[in-house]
């Protein structure tokens, strides 16, 4: 894994061992990125099951000014902590150690993009969504992105929540779903 584009560009990260995080593929990661470019520079940047950090890295590498990375694991976030070391990126990345439902009840700068990349087969975007959606941390230009294997399981979920869906993208067993809220 590594950071594929921006400042930091080619930097190996340290991963987590084991099974029980599941990186985003590169192609996914760079293809987000892409569509996203236009609004990384200057954001406000959330990554709410931030495993190794390198979503938000990636972020901060393409001219996001600020990264909060939550992950309940503290084998994460100390892979993390090294990966803020590697990339330079140190004063930039707020990390939350705590569950993803603490760390939304704790945010008070604005967001402006939000990636929500839970453990497959859970309710967490779900769950995650229904605190976002009365929050006053993301407005109707806050871009919330979904990576999930189950597309029809996760909209079934929050088709009454509100948000808007702006976007859709398929890559191998990867649903990419992007979000607004609405007005």
Known sequence: MRIIGGKARGTKLYTLEGLATRPTLDRVKESIFNIMQSEIYGSTFLDLFSGSGAIGLEAISRGAKKAILCDKSKEAINIIKKNIEKTHTEGQVELCNTDFEECLKKISDQID?????????????QKALQIMQNSEFITKETTIILETDDEKRVLEQIKDLKFEIIDKRKYGIAHIIFLQKMP
């Open 113 to 125: 993009i939000i990636y929500i990349d839970p453990p497959y087969q859970t309710d967490y975007i």
